[in-house]
């Protein structure tokens, strides 16, 4: 879902191409993922095993993957990993097909917590990759964290020109929504109107927008509370910033970036032969800690050091998990959301 990565090396993009017309002689498969979100050698690995040539290319964004998807109407992908709601959006639309989950062996072994959210009930489109949340970001040594307990404390004028907010319309407006009562996901005008209303209140407070990396303002000393990633906020904490991250009481703003097989797959079979192997646990280990973000294989999560597998922050308990909320698609309201957005930060 997100413009990030921050442990891998950029060695692995000798496979990678701008963009394909995929092969049906099932010897080749086209994957297009996230920037940096698979490990050095991974897919070597699944050549070797396979037989299967993987080209594999990347994209920055969940709309350009959109794009070029729609741009190649022929298949030129055969497995992609959009994230939460563009499942939704995709499937709506007849751009993924069903997977079929008996080829799957290793589908057992995803967290059934994680498993038939709103954006795909089912599971019949995607199969979880790597999933994280947005919650408060606290330097601790700066700010107690026991005073934070909620969005609405961000709005508190002791914070003046001193938060980072994501650089995102849909969890920005979240945020503020959730704070006023209603759901991340509405399409009502008027509450999105006023979840405008309330941010314009907060504006005096934001020093930054960041979506490249939001641990690194953290890092660099340059906020001290704002919004942040979990798996950002872990990875600042194994650098030595002490980050920590607070579950506000309204929810935390939660997302999952999944497998997926285009309509148009020429090579499904590989495709499935490459989720399946991407869902094995010594796998799946080696993608979490490569991203530095949670993994939704249970026999994975066993396989983490417990310093990594018991750190609430990347794992939170199941009450945590539900009293948050999943972003769904919102449909031709996106529009509203990012014309909001960007008249928000003009403003400011």
């Given at each position: 879902?997100?413009?990030?990565?921050?442990?891998?090396?950029?060695?692995?993009?000798?496979?990678?191409?701008?963009?394909?017309?995929?092969?049906?002689?099932?010897?080749?498969?086209?994957?297009?993922?996230?920037?940096?979100?698979?490990?050095?050698?991974?897919?070597?690995?699944?050549?070797?095993?396979?037989?299967?040539?993987?080209?594999?290319?990347?994209?920055?964004?969940?709309?350009?993957?959109?794009?070029?998807?729609?741009?190649?109407?022929?298949?030129?992908?055969?497995?992609?990993?959009?994230?939460?709601?563009?499942?939704?959006?995709?499937?709506?639309?007849?751009?993924?097909?069903?997977?079929?989950?008996?080829k799957l062996s290793n589908f057992k072994d995803l967290d059934p917590n994680l498993l038939n959210k709103p954006f795909d009930p089912n599971n019949d489109y995607s199969i979880p990759y790597i999933w994280g949340a947005t919650a408060i970001g606290v330097n601790s040594d700066e700010i107690d964290p026991k005073t934070i307990t909620s969005w609405a404390d961000l709005w508190k004028p002791e914070y003046k020109s001193?938060?980072?907010?994501?650089?995102?319309?849909?969890?920005?407006?979240?945020?503020?929504?959730?704070?006023?009562?209603?759901?991340?996901?509405?399409?009502?005008?008027?509450?999105?109107?006023?979840?405008?209303?309330?941010?314009?209140?907060?504006?005096?407070?934001?020093?930054?927008?960041?979506?490249?990396?939001?641990?690194?303002?953290?890092?660099?000393?340059?906020?001290?509370?704002?919004?942040?990633?979990?798996?950002?906020?872990?990875?600042?904490?194994?650098?030595?910033?002490?980050?920590?991250?607070?579950?506000?009481?309204?929810?935390?703003?939660?997302?999952?970036?999944?497998?997926?097989?285009?309509?148009?797959?020429?090579?499904?079979?590989?495709?499935?032969?490459?989720?399946?192997?991407?869902?094995?646990?010594?796998?799946?280990?080696?993608?979490?800690?490569?991203?530095?973000?949670?993994?939704?294989?249970?026999?994975?999560?066993?396989?983490?050091?417990?310093?990594?597998?018991?750190?609430?922050?990347?794992?939170?308990?199941?009450?945590?998990?539900?009293?948050?909320?999943?972003?769904?698609?919102?449909?031709?309201?996106?529009?509203?959301?990012?014309?909001?957005?960007?008249?928000?930060?003009?403003?400011?």
């Amino acid at each position: 879902m997100k413009k990030w990565s921050h442990l891998l090396a950029a060695g692995m993009m000798a496979l990678s191409i701008g963009s394909a017309t995929a092969a049906d002689d099932g010897k080749t498969l086209y994957f297009y993922n996230w920037t940096e979100y698979v490990p050095p050698g991974l897919l070597d690995q699944f050549t070797k095993e396979t037989g299967i040539k993987v080209i594999y290319s990347t994209y920055e964004s969940n709309e350009s993957m959109y794009a070029k998807l729609k741009t190649y109407k022929d298949g030129a992908y055969d497995l992609v990993v959009p994230s939460t709601y563009f499942i939704a959006k995709m499937s709506k639309e007849g751009m993924l097909q069903k997977i079929d989950k008996s080829k799957l062996s290793n589908f057992k072994d995803l967290d059934p917590n994680l498993l038939n959210k709103p954006f795909d009930p089912n599971n019949d489109y995607s199969i979880p990759y790597i999933w994280g949340a947005t919650a408060i970001g606290v330097n601790s040594d700066e700010i107690d964290p026991k005073t934070i307990t909620s969005w609405a404390d961000l709005w508190k004028p002791e914070y003046k020109s001193s938060l980072l907010l994501t650089d995102d319309a849909r969890e920005v407006f979240q945020m503020a929504l959730r704070k006023l009562g209603y759901s991340g996901n509405t399409t009502n005008p008027q509450e999105i109107e006023a979840a405008y209303n309330e941010l314009k209140k907060l504006m005096p407070n934001v020093l930054a927008f960041n979506s490249d990396n939001p641990g690194n303002p953290f890092m660099e000393g340059e906020v001290n509370l704002g919004m942040v990633w979990n798996g950002s906020a872990f990875v600042a904490r194994q650098a030595g910033t002490p980050l920590e991250i607070v579950w506000p009481k309204e929810g935390g703003i939660f997302w999952m970036d999944s497998l997926a097989i285009p309509a148009n797959a020429k090579n499904v079979d590989g495709a499935l032969k490459l989720i399946n192997f991407l869902l094995r646990p010594e796998i799946a280990v080696q993608v979490a800690k490569t991203i530095g973000y949670p993994t939704p294989n249970l026999e994975a999560k066993k396989l983490l050091p417990p310093e990594i597998a018991n750190d609430k922050s990347l794992y939170p308990d199941e009450a945590v998990i539900k009293n948050g909320e999943w972003q769904n698609d919102v449909g031709d309201a996106s529009t509203l959301y990012e014309t909001q957005f960007q008249k928000l930060k003009a403003g400011r």
